[in-house]
Nanobody, 119 residues
């Protein structure tokens, strides 16, 4: 069973930075599209950023210029560097690993890590 484990969340003041990490078990990490999602209370889950197996990245408009997603295939890890944090970034951040080939599809989620931006 593939495990997805996030870390790095916490309480930070507005304007501060955090780096989230997500480790995925197994030997298929380099094939996954990896995504960071977030869910705030009373709101729908939204995609914050993702990165393909080839390294192409995509960001939600509110994260562009402030967040950077990256991956280290040797460590089975994806990162989300978050700078200039705002109170509206407060949410549970969840890591997703997704892969599809022909008729096979896998979709794995972590438990999430809480990010709170407050003074």
């Amino acid at each position: 069973q593939v495990q997805v484990v996030e870390s790095g969340g916490g309480l930070v003041q507005p304007g501060g930075s955090l780096r989230l990490s997500c480790v995925v078990s197994g030997n298929m990490f380099n094939k996954y599209r990896m995504g960071w999602y977030r869910q705030a209370p009373g709101k729908q889950r939204e995609l914050v950023a993702d990165i393909t197996s080839g390294g192409s990245t995509n960001y939600v408009a509110s994260a562009k210029g402030r967040f950077t997603i990256s991956r280290d295939n040797a460590k089975n890890t994806v990162y989300l560097q978050m700078n200039s944090l705002k109170p509206e970034d407060t949410a549970v951040y969840l890591c997703n690993a997704w892969y599809s080939y022909l008729h096979d599809e896998v979709d794995y989620w972590g438990q999430g890590t809480q990010v709170t931006v407050s003074s």
